[in-house]
């Protein structure tokens, strides 16, 4: 099944993901963004400039939400509260 995260900060972040996390470490859950058929990775930037593409999301014990680099298996930025919601 599915699931979407929503930032509470970043009204404009807003992902769909799979529903069950990819990997749990002891306070963090990493989500996978849904396979689409159009291209839909996070893109961050810094001054305008592309600095990492991503395709996890994590979330804390908090409700924090964090771009995951799946690769170094670190967080890579903050995207404040969020809101996980399954789908029904």
Do not use: W
């Amino acid at each position: 099944m599915f699931a979407s995260i929503q930032s509470e900060q970043f009204c404009d972040f807003y992902c769909r993901i799979n529903e069950n996390p990819v990997h749990t470490y002891k306070n963090i859950l990493v989500y996978e963004l849904v396979d689409s058929a159009f291209p839909n990775d996070i893109i961050k930037k810094v001054n305008g400039e592309v600095v990492g593409k991503f395709k996890h999301i994590a979330l804390d014990t908090n409700g924090n939400g964090y771009l995951f680099d799946f690769i170094n298996k670190t967080l890579a930025g903050s995207v404040g509260k969020c809101e996980y919601t399954a789908d029904r």
